[in-house]
């Protein structure tokens, strides 16, 4: 069983976003799996980690693997993976980038086995909401938020078999 462990804020600051978007054409089973085994047997983190101007130093948790998704009513959900990267970064091949600004997270740890750690949205909206953190929408009305693989949090397990995986949203500041 997964549980929430910690909440927070944490200041972002501008970054360039560089991955691929996937629809719900991509899905196998609803999922995106088969998309992160295509990623990890290609290398395409590590074309990433390799651009001119990468540097998994220049904000906390930088070197993560994203699974970044826009939400909108009316429309299909858009799924990117990718990492987060400084402004600048070259962007490899076959690649695309966003350039966000400066921002703030909403952060939640969600803790278990790795199966159980996943898609437990709800579970961290509600620990969103009770702690005073609201996710923001753009311009266009569509909500950003992302699953963040960090390391080692989620690459490697406790003793009791268990992981972290980071769930963040965009809030208003």
């Known amino acids: 069983m997964a549980d929430v462990i910690k909440t927070y ?11 691929k978007k996937y629809g719900d054409e991509d899905r196998v089973n609803g999922l995106f799996v088969a998309r992160w085994v295509e990623w990890h047997r290609n290398g395409w983190f ?20 994203i699974g970044m998704m826009r939400q ?4 299909h959900l858009q799924y990117w993976i990718g990492m987060f990267t400084p402004p600048g970064t070259a962007v490899p091949k076959g690649m695309s980038y ?10 939640c ?4 086995p790795e199966p159980d750690v996943c898609g437990k949205d709800n579970l961290v909206m509600e620990a969103f909401q009770k702690n005073g953190i609201a996710p923001a929408t753009d311009a266009d009305g569509a ?3 992302f699953e963040r693989y960090a390391c ?4 490697e397990p406790d003793e009791k078999g268990c992981v972290i995986l980071d769930y963040c949203c ?3 500041d």
């Open 46 to 65: 590590a074309d990433i980690e390799k651009a001119p101007g990468f540097n998994s130093d220049f904000m906390e948790d930088a070197g993560a693997y």
């Open 152 to 155: 080692p949090r989620f690459t």
């Open 9 to 19: 804020r944490q200041r972002m600051p501008a970054t360039r976003f560089i991955g």
């Open 72 to 75: 909108k009513n009316g429309e």
């Open 98 to 107: 966003m350039d966000l600004p400066a921002s703030t997270l909403g952060v």
């Open 143 to 145: 909500h950003w938020f």
């Open 170 to 172: 965009f809030i208003t």
């Open 109 to 112: 740890w969600v803790y278990g």
